[in-house]
């Protein structure tokens, strides 16, 4: 196994504290492996260069950002790692664990039908957002592994799409073109080529890290690092539901909402006034199904949510700010009705949610991201989480739970400088 240094000047070091990635032994072991395969699979060079993507979280926000809405969202150090070296021949090759080699030829970025669904697609669409809104691209080897679980709400498919932006920027664009940038060009890969109705949250928790407050009232993203710190462990269940079948439930609910805002004369519900909707509760029944009408209350209620648990995060407020967790649960599950597919009678989401409420410690619990399967998301005190993990091991196994970090910076290339022939260290 190969052997990799990373100097230790002031700007790796700093980047790996931004990242909340100090290069522990379990980093190194993730890269040294990846060296490893990427000399056995490409060209060995000595110019490998890393990268890292993280997972993101959703704190606040359920399904508003395709209304236009905010969000409150954050990045954790849960990450899709590349070891990655650029190439002369116009090809990407990325060999992701798991994975079938993607190979695309940057000739011929014209979209596949296909290829719709698959890696491939997502590589091809960020490249062609590039290409048409003016940024170089180039060829590169890859060799990639995500600890961001598939199927599970914290977003593995926008963290490689993201990767695949960073380096891109950095091989390429001398790192010239904002978060705002690669986050579309992920948008586009993941909506259009990949074919799955989206919006932009996960993109843009990924590009921006930290703990990011986003309005995307204006159809472009303006994000707001959050200056204040999280006092308690995040943790992320993964019920084992599987999300992979479910797009016609997630389109479901930006179709309905739409057709709220249509009965008004717009396109998205931000684009109407809250008392507006209030007033008009009464004329929409019968106009819309009931479902599409509860949607739209709880778009409305999780605006004012949002609102409120960022200015309570930044005044030190946690029990409010829990609250408002909680509730955008409560309203997740009645209004929103993205707990479960129906006829599900399962319903891990549900009851996952109770079990972790039930739970000395835990101060809030909720379904997290699209949902209707997939994962739950907990807030709890630190120092109960000894007992809390118990439970879980016992409820959910070892392997299904994560307690995760808030990570200060999004998707970036972590240190361009390795030695293969001395030994590992920080």
Same mark, same amino acid.
């Given at each position: 196994?190969?052997?990799?240094?990373?100097?230790?000047?002031?700007?790796?070091?700093?980047?790996?504290?931004?990242?909340?990635?100090?290069?522990?032994?379990?980093?190194?072991?993730?890269?040294?492996?990846?060296?490893?395969?990427?000399?056995?699979?490409?060209?060995?060079?000595?110019?490998?260069?890393?990268?890292?993507?993280?997972?993101?979280?959703?704190? %606040?926000?359920?399904?508003?950002?395709?209304?236009?809405?905010? @969000?409150?969202?954050?990045?954790?150090?849960?990450?899709?790692?590349?070891?990655?070296?650029?190439?002369?021949?116009?090809?990407?090759?990325?060999?992701?664990?798991?994975? &079938?080699?993607?190979?695309? !030829?940057?000739?011929?970025?014209?979209?596949?039908?296909?290829?719709?669904?698959?890696?491939?697609?997502?590589?091809?669409?960020?490249?062609?957002?590039?290409?048409?809104?003016?940024?170089?691209?180039?060829?590169?080897?890859?060799?990639?592994?995500?600890?961001?679980?598939?199927?599970?709400?914290?977003?593995?498919?926008?963290?490689?799409?993201?990767?695949?932006?960073? =380096?891109?920027?950095?091989?390429?664009?001398?790192?010239?073109?904002? /978060?705002?940038?690669?986050?579309?060009?992920?948008?586009?890969?993941?909506? @259009?080529?990949?074919?799955?109705? $989206?919006?932009?949250?996960?993109? %843009?928790?990924?590009?921006?890290?930290? =703990?990011?407050? =986003?309005?995307?009232?204006?159809?472009?993203?303006?994000?707001?690092?959050?200056?204040?710190?999280?006092?308690?462990?995040? =943790?992320?269940?993964?019920?084992?539901?599987?999300?992979?079948?479910?797009?016609?439930?997630?389109?479901?609910?930006?179709?309905?909402?739409?057709?709220?805002?249509?009965?008004?004369?717009?396109?998205?519900?931000? /684009?109407?006034?809250?008392?507006?909707?209030?007033?008009?509760? &009464?004329?929409?029944?019968?106009? @819309?199904?009931?479902?599409?009408?509860?949607?739209?209350?709880?778009?409305?209620?999780?605006? /004012?949510?949002?609102?409120?648990?960022?200015?309570?995060?930044?005044?030190?407020?946690?029990?409010?700010? $829990?609250?408002?967790?909680?509730?955008?649960?409560?309203?997740?599950?009645?209004?929103?009705?993205?707990?479960? &597919?129906?006829?599900?009678?399962?319903?891990?989401?549900?009851?996952?949610? /109770?079990?972790?409420?039930?739970?000395?410690?835990?101060?809030?619990?909720?379904?997290?991201?699209?949902?209707?399967?997939?994962?739950?998301?907990?807030?709890?005190?630190?120092?109960?989480?000894?007992?809390?993990? !118990?439970?879980?091991?016992?409820?959910?196994?070892?392997?299904?739970?994560?307690? @995760?970090?808030?990570? &200060?910076?999004?998707?970036?290339?972590?240190?361009?400088?390795?030695?293969?022939?001395?030994?590992?260290?920080?």
């Amino acid at each position: 196994m190969a052997s990799v240094i990373f100097n230790n000047n002031a700007n790796s070091s700093s980047v790996f504290q931004k990242t909340s990635m100090l290069p522990d032994k379990a980093f190194f072991d993730r890269v040294e492996k990846l060296v490893d395969k990427h000399n056995k699979l490409f060209a060995k060079s000595n110019s490998l260069r890393f990268f890292s993507s993280p997972g993101r979280i959703e704190l %606040c926000g359920n399904h508003t950002d395709h209304q236009n809405g905010v @969000v409150l969202c954050a990045a954790v150090n849960l990450d899709t790692l590349a070891v990655v070296n650029a190439t002369n021949d116009n090809k990407i090759k990325i060999s992701s664990d798991g994975y &079938p080699i993607i190979e695309v !030829d940057l000739d011929c970025l014209e979209q596949n039908k296909k290829e719709i669904g698959t890696s491939t697609a997502l590589v091809k669409g960020v490249c062609k957002y590039f290409v048409d809104n003016g940024a170089k691209v180039g060829g590169f080897t890859a060799c990639a592994h995500s600890d961001v679980f598939k199927g599970a709400g914290i977003s593995s498919s926008a963290s490689f799409e993201l990767l695949i932006a960073s =380096i891109l920027n950095s091989l390429y664009n001398d790192n010239a073109l904002s /978060e705002t940038f690669t986050a579309k060009a992920a948008h586009f890969a993941e909506s @259009v080529y990949f074919g799955k109705p $989206c919006g932009l949250l996960d993109q %843009c928790a990924i590009a921006f890290g930290s =703990i990011c407050f =986003i309005d995307f009232k204006s159809g472009e993203p303006n994000a707001q690092v959050v200056n204040a710190k999280l006092p308690l462990s995040v =943790i992320l269940v993964n019920t084992e539901g599987d999300h992979s079948e479910l797009t016609n439930e997630y389109a479901s609910i930006r179709i309905e909402m739409n057709e709220v805002a249509k009965f008004f004369g717009k396109k998205v519900l931000s /684009e109407i006034a809250p008392e507006d909707f209030k007033a008009n509760i &009464p004329a929409l029944r019968g106009k @819309v199904s009931g479902r599409a009408l509860l949607r739209a209350i709880h778009f409305f209620s999780e605006q /004012e949510r949002v609102t409120l648990a960022k200015h309570s995060l930044e005044n030190g407020d946690i029990n409010t700010f $829990c609250n408002c967790i909680n509730e955008s649960g409560n309203s997740s599950l009645a209004y929103l009705q993205n707990c479960y &597919p129906q006829p599900d009678t399962a319903q891990v989401i549900p009851s996952a949610v /109770e079990v972790l409420r039930s739970l000395d410690g835990v101060k809030a619990a909720r379904v997290h991201g699209g949902g209707f399967a997939g994962t739950v998301l907990a807030l709890a005190e630190t120092d109960k989480l000894p007992k809390i993990k !118990d439970v879980l091991d016992n409820v959910f196994g070892s392997e299904n739970y994560f307690v @995760v970090d808030i990570r &200060p910076t999004g998707a970036t290339e972590i240190t361009k400088e390795i030695n293969h022939d001395k030994h590992t260290t920080c």
